[in-house]
């Protein structure tokens, strides 16, 4: 969805990493490598996702001045061939202590030199940075044609989802409270993000409509739903004539009617296919919003394997004879080193065999006990999913923005019938997926996440 480049995701960690390699002196140029993975999209477009950084020891600089650095090939090889090995991508960055923040004659040089070594062992698009200030950077492209061109964006992802090279030029007047609010810079980086959006039902349709509305400039929207009498009461934009209509066509309806500048993709289908949850790649934030816990945990694996942010919310009414027992909703942030679904017990391996069984095989358990409830619709009100989904979003903006002050959490709790708000960050199970560092920035893999997928149904 995004236009055809490359551009480059940097754990926090990674960042805060180079700031301490590249400036522990300032009265010379410094260097280090980072390792990446790679993310190829559906448009020819690609993303460099950080995995490592590797300092250049000081033995390693050929020449070391304050306007100019050149590095020794036995710095750099054993770093190619760990490249090579993993399939991924190279990085060089380097400071300016004095400036300027471009790339200078010097840099010219000494790059084609060991770039043209780098795509003789590892072809493919590699890539530099050049940094003024601990986040303060340029980035350029190399190609195996030894063509450079600028890098589209750098995107920084941990605590904070942060742009540091990038976002869109303008700012519609039509935003003007938002800008009130957040100011202009916060604004062009909506307008610049990708989100995608898995759900369309209560939550899902609600995330959709604020997203929609804050500007944010592309939407990539999935569900395999159609929409049924009873979503009426929940589902934003409906109409009760939509009966048996697919619920993204709904909410394309929705963005056309409203005249936004967002450029929205539906997808009718399921992230349990394989060729629909590969669009989600290039999404900068994925909203999951979803009861399943099959596509749950796809979204888990996403999360670390590409650095994309997954924002998952969910609301749940316990009602007995129409009576409320009580009303919990859940904003749940996925990020590499925080805990999955899995690790806080949202997704479970007994959830999973459910879904996993034929439609024959889940009305069978359940006549006899089993899988109680599998098929069985929650309870569900319109003010209580609306709500959720709004600390879905909230969460968004404090990610982009800080307005909360420095915070840690990575899940919201709220109890409607208490009343009661909590925030928590649970460390992940040593055992679990999630806590497998080598996975975090993996980018493509076959199988996709590391995953076994179903085969595909036929086109609609």
């Known amino acids: 969805m995004s236009a055809p480049g490359v551009t480059l995701t940097l754990r926090s960690e990674h960042l805060a990493s180079l700031g301490a390699l590249l400036f522990d002196r300032t009265d010379v140029e410094s260097a280090a490598y980072v390792l990446c993975g790679r993310s190829a999209g559906e448009d020819g477009s690609e993303r460099l996702l950080s995995r490592a950084v590797v300092p250049v020891r000081p033995q390693h600089y050929r020449r070391r001045e304050r306007d100019r650095l050149s590095v020794a090939d036995e710095s750099f090889v054993p770093v190619v061939k760990r490249v090579r090995t993993e399939g991924g991508a190279l990085l060089l960055a380097h400071s300016h202590p004095d400036g300027p923040l471009a790339f200078s004659e010097q840099d010219d040089r000494e790059e084609a030199r060991l770039f043209a070594a780098v795509q003789r062992r590892a072809p493919g698009p ?275 923005t800080g307005f909360m002050g420095p915070r840690a959490s990575t899940e919201t709790l709220l109890r409607f019938d208490l009343p009661k708000l909590a925030t928590n960050a649970v460390p992940p199970s040593a055992s679990c997926d999630c806590a497998d560092a080598s996975t975090w920035g993996r980018g493509d893999e076959e199988p996709f996440l590391g995953l076994t997928w179903r085969q595909e149904a036929p086109a609609r």
Not at 133 to 146: I, S, T
């Open 126 to 400: 590699h890539g530099s940075l050049v940094f003024t200030a601990p986040d303060e950077l340029v980035g350029r492209v190399w190609r195996p044609d030894g063509r450079t061109g600028p890098m589209a964006r750098v995107t920084v992802v941990g605590e904070r989802l942060r742009v540091l090279v990038g976002g869109a030029e303008d700012v519609s007047p039509i935003f003007d409270r938002q800008v009130r609010a957040f100011g202009p810079d916060v604004q062009r980086v909506l307008a610049d993000l990708t989100v995608g959006v898995v759900g369309l039902g209560g939550t899902g349709s609600a995330v959709f409509e604020q997203l929609l509305r804050l500007g944010v400039g592309r939407l990539l929207l999935i569900d395999d739903d159609r929409f049924d009498g009873t979503n009426v009461n929940r589902v934003h934009g409906s109409r009760l004539t939509d009966v048996g209509r697919p619920k993204v066509e709904i909410a394309s309806r929705t963005a056309a009617d409203s005249g936004l500048p967002t450029r929205v993709t539906a997808i009718d289908g399921s992230v349990l296919d394989a060729s629909v949850a590969r669009r989600l790649r290039g999404c900068d934030v994925v909203f999951g919003c979803t009861d399943r816990q099959l596509p749950r945990l796809v979204l888990s694996r996403l999360a670390t394997r590409y650095l994309i942010p997954v924002i998952d919310v969910g609301a749940l009414v316990d009602a007995h004879d129409g009576t409320i027992r009580s009303v919990a909703g859940r904003v749940t942030t996925l990020v590499p080193g925080a805990s999955c679904l899995l690790c806080r017990g949202q997704v479970t391996a007994d959830g999973l065999r459910a879904e996993a069984l034929s439609a024959s095989d889940r009305e069978r358990l359940a006549a006899e006990g089993y899988v109680r409830g599998l098929d069985a619709p929650s309870p569900a009100v319109v003010p209580f999913t609306t709500v959720v989904a709004s600390l879905g979003v909230a969460e968004l903006l404090q990610r982009l």
